[in-house]
């Protein structure tokens, strides 16, 4: 069983992290890595109108303030595999408000993504469509469930994104 907390180090010595996929973009699976069991988890499955828009991920050796892993949003254009690592260039920041808790998503492109990774390191780099599917994408997401309880409150650049690693790579030591 893997233990990713010991494996991987979230690299904030350089501008690469390390970041675990959960989620494969397109997939309608909730699934979730559990820490002490040292799995993958299927938390739930939801309608095929909340798939996932993009890989979603976890990094490694941090701690939100929503009690979990710091979440990331990895950039490719095919799916990623459950289990997958990847070393990947922070990019932004969705800052996100998931039932009065902050829970940050870090957008991240993978280091060596010959495709168009390598013309996507800023904020500014990524589309005005791309950024509205995302945020109405967290914003509705959770309709089905629980309508309102969850609300994009903007985005952050490269810098804030390290910030938030950093806060929640300390948030995990105490």
Request: glycine residues 8%.
């Amino acid at each position: 069983m893997a233990d990713y907390d010991e494996l991987y180090d979230f690299g904030v010595k350089d501008e690469f992290i390390y970041t675990v996929c959960e989620i494969p973009k397109g997939s309608m699976n909730k699934i979730e890595y559990d820490r002490e069991k040292k799995v993958f988890v299927l938390d739930r499955v939801e309608p095929g109108i909340f798939a996932k828009p993009v890989n979603y991920g976890f990094i490694p050796r941090t701690l939100d303030e929503d009690g979990d892993a710091l979440d990331t949003l990895i950039l490719t254009d095919e799916a990623l595999p459950t289990g997958v690592v990847v070393k990947a260039r922070v990019v932004a920041v969705l800052n996100f408000d998931d039932g009065g808790e902050n829970d940050h998503k870090i957008v991240c492109v993978p280091e060596d993504d010959r495709h168009w990774g390598n013309s996507i390191k800023s904020l500014g780099d990524l589309s005005d469509a791309w950024k509205n599917q995302i945020e109405h994408h967290f914003n509705h997401y959770k309709d089905l469930k629980s309508p309102g309880s969850t609300k994009v409150l903007g985005w952050g650049d490269t810098d804030a994104a390290w910030q938030i690693i950093q806060s929640c790579a300390e948030a995990l030591k105490h």
